[in-house]
């Protein structure tokens, strides 16, 4: 049972674009959601975050939109550079009940194009 | 301020062997987790211990072991290995259990032929 939905494996975007990863998600508990990049052969690292509380949360080029009622959330990254090629992994967790681990969608593969 | 380490990095071990993973949390931190993470599976939540305490568990065989010492630092066992068991191993550490971000070490790559 995946909790946490990140429905394409991989997305390609021309330099200078937009780039939109999406996440879903089931579990109403989820009140925290996080965004991680991850290169190859390290592990993943921090990008951004948002609270249920909010619809959105900025942060330069990186912004996470939040649509409680949908279940679903997005990351929009502008303009696109090739240094953001790597895996993106949507996370999420409660601070009470069950989910209060974090729980990983199985990750988007971004590669932008020169 | 160093972040979070893991050794060794890379392992290669044959089936029904076990095996012992380290993990040492940033300085000050006091929550370590651990998670799997195999292609097309993401990340998958094994385990997570706070002061030397197991606080969660996630959906794995009692193969799965870990603990945590007096100084943060963690350990996490795998015993009769299997093929599947292939993955790489990440760990993470946070202030509390409570705090919602966590930072990654760089993972051990497990090989089990």
């Known amino acids: 049972d995946q909790q946490v939905k990140q429905n394409s494996p991989s997305l390609s975007v021309q330099e200078g674009r937009i780039s939109i990863l999406n996440c879903d998600y089931t579990n109403s508990m989820f009140d925290y959601f996080l965004w991680y990049k991850k290169y190859p052969a390290e592990g993943p690292t921090f990008l951004i975050s948002?609270?249920?509380?909010?619809d959105k949360n900025e942060d330069g080029r990186f912004t996470v939109f939040l649509n409680k009622s949908a279940k679903h959330l997005s990351l929009h990254i502008v303009p696109s550079q090739p240094g953001d090629s790597a895996v993106y992994f949507c996370?999420?967790?409660?601070?009470?009940?069950?989910?209060?681990?974090?729980?990983f969608g199985s990750g988007t593969q971004l590669t932008v194009l020169p | 301020k160093a972040g979070v380490t893991q050794t060794p990095r890379y392992l290669i071990k044959t089936r029904g062997q076990q095996v012992t993973l380290s993990c040492s949390p940033i300085s000050g931190h006091r929550s370590v987790s651990w998670y799997q993470q195999t292609p097309g599976q993401g990340l998958q939540f094994l385990f997570e211990?706070?002061?030397?305490?197991?606080?969660n568990k996630g959906n794995f065989p009692g193969r799965f072991s870990g603990r945590q010492f007096s100084n943060s630092r963690s350990e996490m066992n795998v015993s009769t290995l299997e093929l599947g068991d292939s993955a790489l191993y990440l760990c993470a550490s946070s202030h509390t259990s409570d705090s919602y971000e966590q930072y990654f070490g760089p993972g051990t790559r497990l090989t089990v032929t």
């Open positions: 211990y706070f002061s030397e305490t197991q606080r």
């Open positions: 996370a999420a967790r409660s601070l009470s009940g069950s989910a209060r681990q974090l729980t």
């Open positions: 948002i609270s249920s509380i909010k």
